[in-house]
């Protein structure tokens, strides 16, 4: 039975492999795919020059509007007035050069020396006698929620932290530091930065900042210690050591990774200080420190809804 059959299923395969192969006709009112052009023009044969211009014509048409918005678009972002950047870049480069030569290396050799809790306690003692700089700037503001929580640290700190030396208000009660300065404080009253400064060994500042430095020097309770000023600068020195040993190479980071590390630091600055006072910009910045933050614990939270 099989022999019989097996003649009829060859004949069956020959004759059905003959057919696929076959030509279809396509109808004339129909388009080939692989004939259809770029925008829409079936029928039309692919050629290079017309898919281009079509191409770029098409996505003129996509993108012009958004272009257009976007020119016209007014972003929020300020920068700084900067009219003696040759000098600026001047006072950056001899920083530069002490900070890699100097400064690095002798707080590398301080931190290989001082074991880092010693290291934390002193900086969490020259942010608590900075207190009245941070709360009397928080009051100019009215800011009082910035002021309660200022005073509230201040007394924990103080009492319960041992001088300042430790910060149970963060550790224990979440409430952190809140920045305020003159400067800030004169920022939220309307005074625009005036123009970019870059102060030998302090770094980037400008003529409203560094005004406001100044009137916050009078609120330093070293300035009424009796402490000589050759003594002044040596705590100075060691508060600026302390504290750039806890620092994880920041700058380090930025040389690298940026063009131009003059106008990163430069639009950072003026960002994170535009941001402190609550004008809508780009935050660029990686320097800028953490606003208000505070759980229950914290007993003047309250003072938040006067705001």
């Known amino acids: 039975m099989l022999k019989r059959l097996l003649p009829l299923i060859v004949a069956a395969c020959i004759v059905f492999s003959g057919c696929a192969a076959i030509p279809s006709k396509t109808p004339a009112n129909t388009a080939d ?9 079936q029928g039309a044969p692919i050629d290079g020059e017309s898919f281009d211009a079509d191409t770029d014509k098409a996505f003129d048409d996509d993108f012009g509007g958004w272009n257009d918005d976007f020119n016209d678009w007014d972003a929020p972002v300020k920068l700084i007035a900067d009219p003696f950047e040759p000098i600026n870049r001047g006072v950056f480069w001899v920083n530069d050069k002490l900070y890699f030569y100097l400064f690095k290396p002798v707080a590398r050799g301080y931190r290989a020396v001082v074991p880092r809790p010693a290291r934390v306690s002193a900086s969490n003692f020259f942010n608590n006698l900075a207190t009245p700089v941070r709360a009397g700037n928080a009051l100019l503001q009215l800011k009082l929620a910035n002021f309660g929580t200022e005073t509230y640290r201040f007394i924990v700190n103080s009492t319960i932290g041992v001088a300042g030396l430790f910060d149970p208000a963060t550790s224990v009660a979440g409430v952190r530091r809140v920045p305020a300065d003159f400067g800030q404080t004169l920022g939220t009253y ?20 560094g005004t406001g430095t100044f009137v916050d020097s009078f609120a330093d309770p070293f300035r009424y210690s009796g402490v000589a000023t050759e003594d002044l600068l040596l705590i100075r020195a060691f508060d600026s050591t302390n504290r750039l040993s806890l620092d994880r190479d920041t700058y380090e980071g930025i040389v690298r990774d940026a063009l131009d590390p003059y106008l990163f630091i430069r639009t950072s600055y003026a960002q994170r200080r535009l941001a402190q006072i609550g004008e809508p910009v780009y935050n660029l910045n990686i320097l800028q420190a953490p606003v208000f933050d505070s759980d229950i614990l914290n007993p ?8």
């Open 33 to 41: 795919p692989a004939m259809t052009g770029p925008v829409g023009q």
């Open 190 to 209: 309307g005074f625009g930065h005036g123009f970019y400064l870059v102060l030998p060994i302090v770094g980037p500042s400008s003529l409203r900042d």
């Open 300 to 307: 003047l939270e309250w003072f938040r809804l006067w705001q």
